[in-house]
């Protein structure tokens, strides 16, 4: 099993917990703190795409998501 774990957040982010690398387009690395999980935006409003900076929670995003 990975080292990696994806959350898929109610109405929320995909929250990405472990080590991972992060490039954009041009393939140039994002910085991520060391040791912190990262959220990756879904609702599509965030200012600081890919990442989620809570704007979800204004917007009346809905995103339930169960696994089966
Ligand atoms: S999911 Fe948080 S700002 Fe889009």
Known sequence: MADVKV???GNGPLR???EIE???QSGNNYTIPE???VSF???GQS???PFC???HRDCGFEGVSEAK
């Open 41 to 43: 935006c879904r609702c």
């Open 22 to 24: 992060i490039v954009d």
């Open 35 to 37: 040791g912190q999980w």
């Open 16 to 18: 990405v917990i472990g």
């Open 7 to 9: 959350e898929i957040r």
């Open 53 to 55: 900076d809570g704007t």
């Open 47 to 49: 200012d600081n795409k």
